[in-house]
């Protein structure tokens, strides 16, 4: 599949106007809740250095924490399963799919379960898994991919959502009133958990001491499938380990105020052992993120809690939208954790902002995302990921700036030819010029100036 | 006080009142202000591309033009970030270390060295102010609307010195225009788009300028209000601060 960069999957999105405002204005409406809520709290600053500081320590020791996890979950009755990635990831859940004869299966929202591809792989076994988190079910029913990790259907209109439901589920046409379409959704949704005979969710916190684990939710839908079925399979990436369950209380309290400006998920739901009866499994997942826990420069992306803070405040996300980014994690961390996934299919991303910052500052465990963004172009340049013309036209760039000379030259025969012939320049195959006027071209320099005037 | 002026390769070539302003607000305010006469480029455009190992030639050059400054100001945060930040290569390692702590921004340096507590200077005008990125999440020249902290601006303290000056600010306080080095073209669509909806906040302001303390914001946004046809210009914090009726 030939998938385009982002780029140009951006210019498309933005050809829309009006329907880019819309977007922009409706993630940056979440900025702002974000905004209210966290100026709330005097001991914001506090708390995100807290849990930067948490995540650094238990980073530091994940070995260690892994297995204590491991053993007091084990204890508890938890089945624990390792994966090394994607397609492990995948074949375990199959089995225990294939195993327990299963095929009534829901799934509440999973990161880890959207970048290993877990839908498409059972749907290629022949088993189908119904999303069950409502922005995951739109997009699911759309046959697309979430555009964002808090809020998957957030490139949607009411509109759009309406139509959906009227082809699937057969609701009234141009009925658009969002309570009448949730009240459509649930009602669908209500017959599937209660004939689900297994249900997959993610996983938020994962205690080491406790070997339990905490899911969040804003509909309960984790809830309703786990509680239905006999079979709970809980995914989790390494990074996901707290150490104590006191630590809980810093990042409940971060996660929602920076995803959405509650301050608190509705639902944040504890899991500590199967019910009598119930199969209780947890798949502790790789996929990359122990190599990336080796490059000292990127290590601690895998602070991250997913709580899309960095997206909503970013405006390159809010103008280009998250299908741009071309994988399960868009926005500013998905461009920092992605081309340690697949560097050459991840090439353009960390080129896909303007290093502003505003990621790093709203990020509540401290990640130095704009400054990760910056390394991944070092490396990604050096290993020869980039064009052959742009790397000629840096080379040629650094040549003239390097010799002042070269330089005073070069930029006084540009500056003639801007005067002269402003059609060398502003024409079509300028990027610049496509949107945008040239800058005036001045007869002298300021060095010029200063040799006359100083 | 010694000062080096550090004119940044594409505001010597194309904005040359930028740095006459910079030059001349600096001597009135009492510096003794050299300008090194070899002076290039920074190597930002390059190490922000993901060309850092091409930056070596700017590096030495840098180094070779302003080592031995009390003080080196430039009318820049992003180009004076990326010297705090990247600057690596020079003959002599101390060399170094001395550039990237003697290195100021502007607005940095009249507040924070000069203590600069009034001005000469007039622009009876409505100014929207926009936030460079890198001066103020980088330089922290400035609060930021992302963090729960007290607000300040160096930039606003020295344009509220400036007699019969009506600052305006967008809704969006500090949103980047968009700019962002290779970005403008390689990513031109969004480029184009941030920027047109920076100055949309700022033209439901009515200003008569916007001003910046990084000149790149300032040509792209200039770029895109000529393109409108629009009666908005752009102006530098230091054109601003050296105007007198």
């Known amino acids: 599949m030939n998938v385009k960069q982002h780029a140009e999957a951006a210019e498309e999105f933005i050809r829309d106007e009006a329907r880019t405002d819309w977007h922009d204005e409706t993630l940056w409406f979440v900025r702002d809740k974000r905004d209210i809520a966290v100026n709330k709290l005097p001991e914001w600053e506090i708390l995100r250095d807290w849990a930067s500081r948490i995540k650094d320590h238990t980073l530091s020791n994940l070995d260690h924490y892994l297995k204590s996890f491991e053993e007091k979950a084990v204890s508890n009755g938890i089945i624990v399963h390792w994966a090394t990635d994607a397609e492990d990831h995948n074949r375990i859940i199959h089995k225990i799919i294939a195993d327990n004869k299963i095929d009534k299966i829901v799934k509440s929202k999973s990161m880890l379960t959207e970048e290993c591809h877990l839908n498409e792989y059972l749907q290629s076994k022949g088993i189908k898994i119904l999303d069950s988190d409502l922005g995951e079910y739109i997009v699911q029913l759309r046959e697309e991919t979430p555009s964002h990790i808090v809020l998957p259907a957030i490139h949607l209109k009411r509109q759009d959502v309406s139509e959906t439901f009227h082809e699937h589920l057969n609701t009234e046409k141009g009925n658009y009133d969002p309570q009448y379409l949730a009240g459509a959704a649930r009602h669908h949704l209500r017959e599937r958990f209660i004939e689900a005979d297994l249900a997959i969710t993610g996983v938020n916190f994962a205690i080491a001491e406790s070997g339990s684990f905490v899911v969040c939710t804003n509909e309960g839908n984790a809830d309703m499938g786990v509680h239905a079925a006999n079979i709970h399979i809980a995914c989790m990436g390494i990074e996901k380990l707290i150490p104590k369950t006191d630590h809980l209380g810093v990042f409940l309290r971060l996660l929602a105020r920076s995803a959405t400006g509650q301050p608190i998920t509705t639902y944040s739901s504890h899991f500590n052992k199967p019910r009598p009866g119930q199969q209780m499994h947890m798949v502790i997942v790789d996929n990359g993120r122990s190599r990336q826990l080796g490059r000292p420069d990127f290590r601690n992306s895998l602070k991250c809690i997913r709580c899309a803070a960095c997206f909503n405040t970013c405006p390159v996300y809010r103008k280009s939208g998250g299908h741009s980014y071309h994988s399960a994690v868009a926005g500013p961390i998905g461009s920092i954790l992605n081309p340690n996934l697949d560097m050459k299919a991840n090439s353009d991303l960390p080129f896909a902002s303007t290093l502003c910052g505003s990621c790093s500052n709203v990020c509540p465990v401290k990640i130095d995302i704009h400054q990760q963004l910056w390394k991944w172009r070092q490396i990604i340049v050096a290993n020869g990921n980039v064009e052959k013309g742009k790397k000629v036209g840096m080379q040629g760039m650094a040549w003239v700036l390097s010799n002042p000379q070269v330089y005073r030259i070069s930029g006084k025969i540009g500056r003639w030819v801007m005067r002269t012939f ?33 | 006080m010694k000062v080096g002026l550090f004119i940044p390769c594409y505001i010597d070539q194309f904005y040359p009142d930028v740095a006459i302003a910079t030059y001349q607000l600096l001597k009135k305010l009492g510096c003794e202000v050299s300008y090194p006469m070899d002076q290039t480029c920074c190597g930002q455009p390059m190490a922000n591309s993901g060309f850092s190992n091409l930056t070596k ?56 060295i000069l203590k600069v507590t009034r001005l000469e200077a007039s622009f009876p005008h409505k100014v929207g102010m926009h936030v460079s990125c890198h001066g103020q999440r980088g330089l922290h020249l400035s609060s930021m609307s992302e963090l729960v902290a007290p607000e300040f601006s160096k930039a606003e303290q020295l344009l509220n010195m400036v007699e019969g000056l009506e600052l305006l600010k967008p809704v969006r306080v500090d949103e980047c225009c968009g700019f962002g080095g290779a970005f403008c073209v390689f990513e031109e669509a969004v480029s184009v788009k941030m920027g047109k909806d920076r100055i949309k906040e700022h033209l439901v302001n009515d200003v008569e300028f916007i001003t910046a303390g990084d000149t790149s914001c300032l040509m792209h946004l200039e770029g895109i209000l000529n393109r409108q046809g629009s009666s908005v210009k752009t102006i530098h914090l230091a054109e601003i601060l050296n105007k007198v009726l």
């Open chain 1, 422 to 454: 402003p059609f060398m320049l502003s024409n079509r195959l300028n990027a610049w010029y496509k949107q945008r006027e040239m800058p005036r071209a001045p007869e002298k320099s300021f060095r010029d100036w200063f040799i006359e005037n100083k």
């Open chain 2, 57 to 112: 030639g700017c590096d030495v050059n840098f180094v070779k033009n302003f080592r031995g400054f009390e003080y080196i100001v430039a009318p820049s945060g992003s180009c004076v970030l990326h010297i705090k930040e990247h600057l690596k290569e020079g003959a002599d390692p101390s060399d170094l270390q001395k550039i990237r702590e003697s290195v100021y921004e502007l607005s940095e340096f009249l507040v924070d």
